[in-house]
């Protein structure tokens, strides 16, 4: 359901529809392997079992000698077998030769010569009693694990411990859940990557941070691709579904050629001038124009398309708070679904302020927890990123505005700490606001004096 079209407006989805949208048009991405060395983070989708016994074949646990029997010992060359009362050189890990019992530490051992003047090997000063004792420092085959034992099991969220275990049973790679593979599309010929913007430019903020933050919504963060405002550009953009990275990330994804993204993330130009070709170059490419602006502030130009490929762009408005907010309300739901998550619920908050309605608008608003209660932040214009920088969430302000210590629906950020629960009706402070809610301090509270 959409609301009715005002007059100047296209059809915009609620900001409830559009999260729910977002999560609904996608499927969960099929398993598939993965190299090993990416597989951090990554859920298996399958159990792992040993394909052969760990370790794979007896070794020694220490540098000396292998033997067999009691001493003194022939000595014989290395890896042959060992009859008894023979021995031979070993290091740490090698193989133990047929026909021996035990591995003699070279602190135990002393090289001596026998009456002819033959090498021989005896036991040291420092042997303990009893050494070697049979089996000593033998790692034995299979005593970690034997052929067709669980190592790790399905739904396991892989860490180091396990990938270095993997890569101890011999396996390239691992079957994990699907998880989107995202590339970024930064466009305006105004945008500067580098140094102080003079008059007329501004300063990316996109792409030194939109690749972690898609991270933290569950996506992998690919390539970045700039482009400038003509709709050649952005039209071969869009088609190009192998783009080079113009600046590759440090740390990130090492193969040579990345597999086709699963979404295209896209900055600027969701608006309607003659630099904004979003919906043009959708519509030439036969795409689906899943959500269409979204009525909230700010954000609102957000688009969501579906390319006849299968690829999802996410068009993000130009404006870096509101970019954000799309971002939070469109790619989490939709980066959610594809990954196999789900749809997070939307906590509540106490607010600290009276905030008056806005017809038709929901606003997102960025706000610091002030003795638990959720204080709007300032410096929260679509252009600004100082009330963002400093909040712990964000409040999703109804249409109909707030009274100052009502709950109002909000989300943590996903850099950030979960929210809170409120307090349970019956656990809330006895008094009531104790001043009537017209009095209340309407819109931001400047709480900039009490940061540290
Ligand atoms: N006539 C109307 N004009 C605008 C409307 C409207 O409804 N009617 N909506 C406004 C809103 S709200 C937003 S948000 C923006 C959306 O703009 P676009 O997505 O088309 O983005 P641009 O026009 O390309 O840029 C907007 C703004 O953002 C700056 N920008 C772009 N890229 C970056 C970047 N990488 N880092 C930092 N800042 C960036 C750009 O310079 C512009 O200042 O449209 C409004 N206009
Ligand atoms: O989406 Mo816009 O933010 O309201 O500037």
Redesign the pocket.
């Known amino acids: 359901m959409t609301e009715a079209p005002r007059e100047g407006h296209h059809a915009a989805h609620t900001w409830q529809e559009a999260r729910s949208r977002a999560f609904e048009v996608a499927a969960p991405i099929p398993p598939g392997p993965v190299p090993i060395s990416s597989a951090i983070g990554r859920t298996l989708a399958s159990d792992v079992l040993a394909v052969q016994d760990m370790p794979h074949y007896a070794s020694s646990a220490m540098d000396g000698w292998a033997v067999n029997g009691s001493g003194p010992w022939i000595l014989s060359e290395p890896g042959q077998r060992l009859a008894p009362h023979q021995a031979s050189p070993i290091v740490t890990g090698g193989l133990i030769p047929p026909g021996a019992k035990a591995v003699l530490r070279s602190e135990s051992g002393d090289i001596t010569t026998d009456d002819d003047g033959l090498p021989i090997l005896a036991l040291g000063g420092r042997a303990k009693p009893g050494e070697p004792r049979n089996g000593q420092h033998i790692r034995r085959a299979g005593e970690e694990a034997t052929e067709g034992e669980v190592l790790l099991k399905a739904g396991t969220v892989l860490n180091p411990a396990h990938i270095a275990l993997a890569a101890l049973a011999g396996l390239d790679h691992l079957n994990v859940l699907g998880k989107p593979l995202v590339r970024f599309l ?3 010929s ?2 500067v990557v580098h140094g102080v913007p003079g008059p007329g430019q ?6 030194p941070q939109l690749g972690s933050v898609v991270e933290l919504l569950g996506g992998i963060a690919g390539e970045r691709l700039r482009v400038g405002d003509s709709y050649e550009e952005w039209l071969a953009a869009f088609q190009d579904t192998d783009f080079q990275d113009t600046e590759p990330l440090p740390g990130g994804p090492d193969v040579e050629a990345e597999p086709p993204a699963d979404v295209v993330i896209t ?7 003659g ?2 070709h979003f919906r043009k170059a959708v519509a030439e490419l036969g795409g689906e124009l899943l959500i269409d602006g979204i009525a909230m502030r ?4 957000a688009v969501l398309a579906e390319l006849p490929d299968g690829r999802f762009v996410l068009g993000l ?4 708070l ?1 970019a954000m907010m799309a971002l939070f309300t469109v790619g989490g739901p939709l980066l959610a679904a594809l990954g196999h998550g789900k749809l997070e619920d939307v906590a509540e908050v106490p607010c600290g302020a009276m905030i008056d309605a806005d017809p038709g608008r929901t606003r997102l608003m960025p706000f610091r927890l002030m003795y638990g209660l959720a204080s709007p932040a300032q410096h929260a214009g ?2 600004m990123m100082r009330g963002l920088a400093a909040a712990d969430g964000v409040m999703v302000v109804p249409p109909h505005g707030v009274q100052m210590g009502e709950l109002v629906p909000a989300f943590a950020l996903p850099w950030g700490k979960p929210l809170p629960a409120p307090k349970p009706a019956d656990d809330k402070p006895r008094k009531a606001p104790a001043r009537p809610a017209k009095k209340a301090p309407a819109g931001p509270v400047d709480w900039s004096a009490l940061d540290a």
């Open positions: 930064l466009t305006g105004e945008v501004v300063r990316d903020t996109f792409g900055t600027g130009g969701t608006g309607r001038s630099t904004d700010p954000g609102h130009p408005p130009g404006n870096p509101a679509p252009g």
